[in-house]
């Protein structure tokens, strides 16, 4: 399985970024996939998760009404829309996906090494005050 993230780059605050991740090794059948981010000298953190265990989305408090996560299932690709982008939303973002039947609530809090099966090498978001 590999994850590779792509869409990373420097936008003023207020703008937008559209990050995708393309999956190979496994399809998109039985699935959790999502987002994750950290900021220097902070811990990894979810930032959104899709489950088709009951095909629910999950956002963090402080990225909800902003940030949109999607699948395009033929592509085997999840995407995250960042719109109105803050300074604070800086970091290095990873994908990361799993087999088990994990809901994206319970995706969310999965941060720690081999906490989720597989994870991307990340691509940087900065934003610019």
């Known amino acids: 399985v590999q994850l590779v993230e792509s869409g990373g780059g420097l936008v003023q605050a207020g703008g937008s970024l559209r990050l995708s991740c393309a999956a190979s090794?496994?399809?998109?059948?039985?699935?959790?996939i999502g987002w994750f981010r950290q900021a220097p000298g902070k811990e990894r953190e979810g930032v959104s998760c899709?489950?088709?265990?009951?095909?629910?989305?999950y956002y963090a408090h402080s990225v909800k009404g902003r940030f949109t996560i999607s699948t395009d299932n033929a592509r085997n690709t999840v995407f995250l829309q960042m719109n109105h982008l803050k300074p604070e939303d800086t970091a290095v973002y990873y994908c990361?996906?799993?087999?088990?039947?994990?809901?994206?609530?319970?995706?969310?809090?999965?941060?720690?090494?081999?906490?989720?099966?597989?994870w991307g090498r990340g691509t940087q978001v900065t934003v610019s005050s």
């Open positions: 899709i489950s088709s265990r009951d095909n629910s989305t």
């Open positions: 090794g496994f399809t998109f059948d039985d699935y959790v």
């Open positions: 990361a996906a799993d087999l088990r039947a994990l809901t994206s609530a319970q995706a969310m809090g999965r941060t720690g090494p081999g906490a989720l099966g597989y």
